[in-house]
Nanobody
Framework: QVQLVESGGGLVQAGGSLRLSCAASGRTFSTYTMGWFRQAPGKEREFVGMCWSGGEVYYSDSVKGRFTISRNNAKNTVYLQMNSLKPEDTAVYYC??????????????????????WGQGTQVTVSS
């Protein structure tokens, strides 16, 4: 069983920055593929980006160039640095872990149903 705990959400003005953290339990965090998703009210859960176990990252077009994902395996933590935030980035942000399929494609890992574990989410609100 893997537990994920997000933190770092909050209220920020447009153009500002936030850094989200996702702390994971488990002894083999370095082998997990980690994903970030978001869900705005009335909308489906949306892929934001992901990080393979080797550190390679992949982003959705909507956040590419503004958001950066990184991981610290020594701390069992993955981060989402969000810059140049826009009101349309307002959502609950979730991290997710996939623990069984380390070599899937970016398309595979962009699908929420392909992840084993989810955090509780953290609210990000961007005011205009």
């Amino acid at each position: 069983q893997v537990q994920l705990v997000e933190s770092g959400g909050g209220l920020v003005q447009a153009g500002g920055s936030l850094r989200l953290s996702c702390a994971a339990s488990g002894r083999t965090f370095s082998t997990y593929t980690m994903g970030w998703f978001r869900q705005a009210p009335g909308k489906e859960r949306e892929f934001v980006g992901m990080c393979w176990s080797g550190g390679e990252v992949y982003y959705s077009d909507s956040v590419k160039g503004r958001f950066t994902i990184s991981r610290n395996n020594a701390k069992n933590t993955v981060y989402l640095q969000m810059n140049s935030l826009k009101p349309e980035d307002t959502a609950v942000y979730y991290c997710a872990a996939e623990t069984r399929t380390p070599y899937g494609s970016s398309l595979y890992f962009s699908v929420p149903g392909n992840y084993d574990y989810w955090g509780q989410g953290t609210q990000v609100t961007v005011s205009s």
